[in-house]
């Protein structure tokens, strides 16, 4: 059986789009469950209020949501103030922060609700939940 290159090379870009895509907003969280990080969270400056987020949601303030480098969208995550012990649970629909040493990008909403805005930046542990 012969195959053409217009055919290969058809078959190589469904497999490299394929590769491409971003997780399901309802993706299998099973095998992040009970993952743990410790680091710095920040929150999302007011610009982005009502703008894209990477999950293709807009961005709401008030919701309380995040942005994760490499969690699936959609998985909910309980993020601890270690200096308080305050924690809420937020659900990840964006990607990010590329800042070092930040592990998690909180709503205002969520970072508020553990934290003082004014501060900027936490220290936080992150738990993935079930």
Known sequence: MQVSIKTLFLLLCIAILAGCSSAPL???????????????????????????????????????????????FGTKVRVTNVKNGKSVVVRINDRGPFVRGRIIDLSRSAFSSIGNTRDGLINVRIEVLR
Do not use: I, M, V
Request: hydrophobic share 25%; glycine share 10%; charged share 20%.
């Open 26 to 72: 309802s993706g299998n969280t099973g095998k992040w469950a009970g993952h743990k990080e410790s680091g710095q969270a920040s929150y999302y400056a007011d610009k982005f209020q009502n703008r894209k987020t990477a999950s293709g949601q807009l961005y709401k303030a008030n919701l309380k949501t995040a942005a994760h480098r490499t969690l699936p």
